[in-house]
């Protein structure tokens, strides 16, 4: 009879709680076509329900909420493009700046989410739309080994972009390690530790929150739709749609997550 299984195989350095495969095998060997879930986990998901070799999303440092002083873009207005008989004004400006937000010091890129608004902020995200005239804010996040950032596209017309200020929250994982000096698994009163340290009981792991608990919010499916031209994003239950947009499109169902702060 298959069973569902707490192991761990140290020669591999794999714990995991699962549902075996099948009865098929000796529950020792690791090649058994039983222990599938725990030698191939990834094949088998719907078997297994904790893996040491899962990234579990440690957090590498607290929730971090950052204020940004957005600054102005100024008018502009170019000199008279002159062709016989027309005279031509090019109006306003575009400007790309990138801009730290938050340091993480890992010495690698790492997994990472910015929530803008009570949502997860996706690419080109608009964060300040002026007037009717195409005076916009627009903002993309990215990362390097150091920081995390915002990608900013800001555009003027003949009438300047104020500044604005705008609240972002960060969140920024580590990547799991293993410590090939601790046990496979071990429990010393206070504190479980799993896969040689891969997982611990006393780090900070994302988990599902109440809706009420977080901004951020994995989706679930495609987050953009296009109709007429016109764009509609929806993250997290947050809906924006560009002026002419004529779609249907209501966005993908999402998980509200978070860390303990």
Do not use: C
């Not at 192991?7 to 075996?20: I, P």
């Amino acid at each position: 009879m298959a069973l569902t299984r707490f192991t761990g195989f140290a020669s591999h350095d794999a714990v995991a709680l699962f549902k075996e495969a099948s009865a098929s095998g000796v529950q020792t060997n690791w090649w058994s076509v039983r222990n599938s879930p725990i030698r191939v986990p990834g094949s088998n998901l719907s078997n297994v329900y904790f893996h040491s070799d899962f990234d579990y999303y440690e957090l590498a440092r607290p929730k971090a909420t950052i204020t940004v002083s957005h600054t102005s873009v100024p008018v502009y207005i170019s000199p008279d493009i002159g062709i016989p008989g027309l005279v031509i004004k090019l109006t306003g400006q575009t400007r790309l700046n990138d801009i730290p937000i938050f340091t993480h010091g890992l010495g690698y890129v790492p997994r990472y989410m910015v929530a803008f608004g009570g949502a997860v902020l996706t690419n080109g995200t608009l964060v300040q739309d002026v007037g009717t005239d195409g005076r916009t804010r627009i903002i993309s996040a990215f990362a390097d080994a150091n920081k995390i950032y915002l990608r900013e596209l800001a555009r003027s017309t003949a009438t300047a972009l104020p500044a604005v200020s705008k609240t972002y929250e960060v969140m920024v994982f580590k990547h799991p390690t293993k410590d090939p000096s601790k046990p496979l698994f071990s429990f010393d009163g206070s504190v479980v530790q799993i896969g040689r340290g891969a997982v611990s009981s006393d780090k900070n792991y994302l988990r599902r929150v109440l809706p009420a608990e977080s901004s951020f919010d994995i989706d679930r499916g495609p987050t953009m739709d296009i109709a007429n031209g016109s764009i509609r994003v929806v993250s997290g239950g947050n809906v924006y749609s560009e002026p002419h947009y004529t779609g249907s499109f209501v966005g993908p169902a999402f998980i509200p997550v978070g860390g303990v702060v």
